[in-house]
């Protein structure tokens, strides 16, 4: 494990170094994982239940039985074991949830605890990376930090075929939401250049996705249907983005064509931008917050208070070009 600081000794990233087996054969390859700080503390934590001299990180724990049972150097946790861990996890996340009267436990199959293979665990944690309870898409929210350390702005050398897991579940949940959209016959229309190409996307999307004014219920069907008629629009928090590879601003030369890099969006400059009515809200409210912080300006740096009334002009004019007029 390697930590990279700031000038002010502050550690802003973590880098995890070791082998990666998945398609590399039996000798393993190099690799680096950048990971967060929860992760660090994780993996300090194991260094320190095993020896010095162990290499391994999944090595059995040192007063297990089967450490006492299998106590030759390489013997590392199996997938039968790691079932077993993830199992002990789940109960010891119920019994807390229980203790502290908490309503988010883990639901129970029949009376059982889900058992999870460690693949069924890794296409859960993408499950939640790219959804939100309840339905819509959450990769712009709460796991979007981590997600942007891991995957875009410093990807690492390995990623165990994660990151492929993590965008398949990102696309199906950006399909659901999208059909959603187009099945939503009273929804303000998508405003902005490329709004109306957001329009003609959604129409065609919804002639495979919506029937009878309902969105296929069938979760295979629609993963096949998502699949196979992606609409490359990706729903933000303060834009849409109707890709087009040819007019994206964000894309470095070293990224792949195939889809936006929203962490490095231009939307003010970029022809892809659309607004959908939340899109919108989600600007009014910045205004807002701006505006809050620049009548307290006088506590404000000169050169940031410039910045932030700059902020606030450029979005207040973005706002009215692209807001619809109300019909009187
Ligand atoms: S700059 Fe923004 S709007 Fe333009 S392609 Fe990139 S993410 Fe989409």
Redesign the pocket.
């Known amino acids: 494990m390697s930590a990279q600081r700031d000038t002010d000794g502050r550690i802003y990233r973590y880098r995890l170094h070791g082998l990666a087996f998945k398609g590399e054969g039996v000798h393993g390859a190099a690799a680096t994982w950048i990971v967060t700080a929860p992760v660090a503390r994780a993996v300090a934590v194991l260094e320190r239940c095993q020896p010095a001299d162990e290499p391994y990180l999944f090595a059995h724990p040192l007063k297990s039985a089967n450490h006492q049972r299998h106590h030759v150097a390489g013997r590392v946790r199996t997938s039968a074991t790691t079932i077993k861990d993830i199992t002990a996890l789940a109960k010891w996340i119920n019994s807390y949830c229980a203790v502290h009267s908490r309503v988010d436990a883990i639901p129970e199959d029949k009376g059982r605890l889900p058992r999870l293979t460690p693949r069924q665990f890794r296409r859960t944690l993408a499950w939640f990376i790219a959804h939100r309870p309840g339905g819509t898409i959450a990769g712009a929210l709460q796991y979007r930090h981590q997600r942007i350390q891991m995957f875009e702005g410093y990807a690492g050398t390995s990623d165990s075929g994660f990151r492929d897991e993590v965008e398949a579940e990102e696309a199906f949940a950006r399909g659901q939401f999208l059909a959603e959209m187009g099945a939503d016959d009273d929804r303000p229309a998508l405003t902005g250049p490329?709004g109306a190409e957001a329009e003609a996307r959604l129409a065609e999307f919804a002639r495979h996705t919506v029937f009878d004014g309902q969105v296929v219920t069938d979760e295979a069907r629609l993963r096949r249907i998502v699949a196979r008629h992606d609409t490359h629009v990706?729903p933000?928090t303060f834009?849409?983005?109707?890709?087009?590879?040819d007019?994206?601003?964000?894309?470095s030369r070293e990224a792949s064509a195939g889809q936006?890099?929203?962490a490095?969006?231009?939307?003010q400059?970029?022809?892809?931008?659309?607004l959908a009515s939340a899109n919108r809200q989600a600007l009014a409210d910045h205004l807002a917050r701006l505006e809050d912080t620049l009548a307290a300006g006088d506590r404000l740096a000169p050169y940031v208070r410039h910045r932030l009334e700059e902020q606030h002009r450029a979005t207040a004019a973005f706002l009215t070009r692209h807001t619809p007029e109300i019909a009187e």
């Open positions: 490329a990706y933000g834009i849409t983005c109707v890709y087009n590879p007019r994206a601003l964000c894309r936006p890099v929203m490095d969006c231009q939307p400059a970029c022809r892809n931008t659309a």
